[in-house]
């Protein structure tokens, strides 16, 4: 299974170059961190170095890193739910503003 993310500045217009996000999967011990990477100069994690199977996960993006200590919403956390995973690409898009964000399942 590969999972990518795309964070877009859409108040800029443009990629959000250098966001750090932090992969998490949900254990029977609570939440485990499994990797982290910066974005791309394009705004994109195109993989992770550990592999994603089936159950909850999540992406947490430090946007306060990116949008400075003034960011009204300075993390943003995206839980979601694979199923399948031999099969399938999974990527979670971020569109972040400096007072909000939306999120959708991408192909």
Do not use: C
Request: no cysteine.
């Amino acid at each position: 299974m590969s999972l990518s993310t795309h964070v877009l500045d859409t108040a800029r217009g443009a990629p959000a170059v250098g966001v750090e996000v932090h992969l998490e999967t949900h254990t029977p011990d609570g939440w485990q961190r499994r990797d982290t990477h910066h974005t791309d100069g394009d705004g994109r994690i195109r993989a992770w170095h550990t592999d994603v199977e089936d159950g909850l996960h999540r992406l947490v993006f430090d946007t306060g890193g990116y949008l400075g200590e003034d960011a009204f919403f300075p993390e943003v956390t995206v839980t979601f739910r694979i199923a399948d995973s031999e099969h399938q690409h999974f990527h979670v898009p971020l569109l972040l503003s400096p007072f909000g964000y939306s999120t959708y399942r991408g192909t």
